[in-house]
Structures are given as C-alpha cells and as structure tokens.
C-alpha cells in the first residue's frame, strides 16, 4: 500500500499508459465480439485492482472512482453484465483525471 492511500505520479501516468494501450487495440481484429466481451470486464476490473489501495475518503463524491468500484463490484456479481467500449473509455479518461487531481502523492 503506498502512503496515505495515495500513489506516486510515475505510477498513476505509467498505468494510464498501459491502460491505454490495451483499450487502444479492442474493436481491432481478430477480437471476436466474446473475446471483446471479456477482455472489457477485465480491464476494468483490472483498474479498479490497479488502484484499490486508494483512501475512499479523498474520492470525490459520487466521482469517477466511485463508479469504478460500483461497476467492478456489479462485474464481479453478475457474469451476463457487460462493459460498453466508449463508456469504459469515458470513465477511463474520467478515473485518472481524479486520480492525478486527489491521489498523487
């Protein structure tokens, strides 16, 4: 767990590379819509486990990280729920900008 539930800027900047770069190649063959299906639920809750050491204090109040663990949580219970590609790419964009705003060390 890093210091005050908060993350060092190389951290966060170097996970949001990543993240891009995974979101970048779905919709691109040769990902099946079941592979795509997938591969969207895990990278999201891959972000949210990505950052999960967070102080839910700092997040902002009905914030993007707040929706993040809401979504995770409903993945994690419900096996037919799916991840609309522009809404993670959306909250994607919305998580780390809360992230660099409240959680940067």
Do not use: I
């Not at 819509?33 to 700092?58: A, G, P």
């Amino acid at each position: 767990m890093f210091d005050g539930g908060k993350f060092p800027a190389d951290y966060v900047w170097n996970a949001k590379e990543a993240f891009e770069l995974q979101l970048e190649s779905v919709g691109k063959p040769p990902l099946s819509v079941l592979q795509e299906k997938y591969f969207l639920r895990n990278l999201l809750l891959s972000l949210e486990l990505h950052f999960n050491d967070r102080d839910s204090s700092l997040e902002k109040e009905g914030g993007s990280l707040q929706e993040l663990r809401d979504a995770a949580v409903l993945l994690l219970h419900d096996a037919k729920a799916q991840v609309a590609r522009n809404y993670l790419k959306e909250l994607f964009e919305e998580v780390f900008a809360e992230l660099a705003d409240r959680f940067l060390a």
